[in-house]
């Protein structure tokens, strides 16, 4: 069983910062990938940000430049740092882990960004 439980979301006003963190335990050996997605009230689920075991990252359009993913491998867990917040990041932000070996994604409960004054 593998349990992937984010934290570090909060209410923060517009220009400010916030640090998530997804933590992925249990039957694990590695991660192969993690990656952010968000999704607003009455919206779709979105990608944020992605990163790949090697360190290779990807970001979407939206965040490109204020957001920053990344990784500690020895402790299967993963970052996204957000500056530079706008009303538009308000969002339950979602981390996936994809494992190593069987690729089978595992998603966190979510953890409430707000952006607002």
């Known amino acids: 069983q593998v349990q992937v439980v984010e934290s570090g979301g909060g209410l923060v006003q517009p220009g400010g910062s916030l640090r998530l963190s997804c933590a992925a335990s249990g039957s694990i050996l590695s991660i192969y990938a993690m990656a952010w997605y968000r999704q607003a009230p009455g919206k779709q689920r979105e990608v944020v940000a992605g990163?790949?075991?090697?360190?290779?990252?990807n970001y979407a359009t939206s965040v490109k430049g204020r957001f920053t993913i990344s990784r500690d491998n020895a402790k299967n867990t993963g970052y996204l740092q957000m500056n530079s917040l706008k009303p538009d990041d308000t969002a339950v932000y979602y981390c996936?882990?994809?494992?190593?070996?069987?690729?089978?994604?595992?998603w966190g409960q979510g953890t409430q960004v707000t952006v607002s004054s």
């Open positions: 990163i790949t075991s090697g360190g290779i990252s």
């Open positions: 996936r882990a994809t494992l190593a070996g069987t690729l089978n994604d595992y």
